[in-house]
Nanobody
Framework: QVQVVESGGGLVQAGGSLRLSCAAS????????MGWFRQAPGKEREFVAG????????LYADSVKGRFTISRDNAKNTAYLQMNSLKPEDTAVYYC????????????????WGQGTQVTVSS
C-alpha cells in the first residue's frame, strides 16, 4: 500500500511555470507506475501524464505534450510534474495516483490517489 500527497500548486500567470511534487509513503514506491490527472470545475477527471516504475517510459496527453514533463526520483519516493508555458485552460485540481499495473490514461486503473493540489493560471 502507498499513500501519496501532492504539493506545489498555486496561482501563476499564463506563460509561467510550476512544478508539482507527489510524495509517497512506504518502501514500495519504486514498484508502482505513477500518473498525474487533473479535474477542472464541471469537467471529468482527465489524464495528464504517466511514468513507469523505472522512469524510463512516459506518456502524455496531447494537450500538454511539449509543455509538461513527468519524472520521478525513487530514492526520494517522489514523482514530479514540471509544467511550463502554462495556459488558462490548464487551471484545475491536479491529482497524483499510483498503480501496480502499467500507467494508462484510465483513472480506474489506479489504486491510490492523493487529495489534489489546485493550479490556477490567470490570463
Amino acid at each position: 500500500q502507498v499513500q501519496v500527497v501532492e504539493s506545489g500548486g498555486g496561482l501563476v500567470q499564463a506563460g509561467g511555470s510550476l512544478r508539482l511534487s507527489c510524495a509517497a509513503s512506504g518502501r514500495t514506491f519504486s514498484s508502482y507506475d505513477m500518473g498525474w490527472f487533473r479535474q477542472a470545475p464541471g469537467k471529468e477527471r482527465e489524464f495528464v501524464a504517466g511514468i513507469s516504475w523505472s522512469g524510463i517510459t512516459t506518456l502524455y496527453a496531447d494537450s500538454v505534450k511539449g509543455r509538461f514533463t513527468i519524472s520521478r526520483d525513487n530514492a526520494k519516493n517522489t514523482a514530479y510534474l514540471q509544467m511550463n508555458s502554462l495556459k488558462p485552460e490548464d487551471t484545475a485540481v491536479y491529482y497524483c495516483a499510483a498503480t501496480k499495473l502499467r500507467y494508462s490514461d484510465d483513472p480506474g486503473s489506479y489504486d491510490y490517489w492523493g487529495q489534489g493540489t489546485q493550479v490556477t493560471v490567470s490570463s
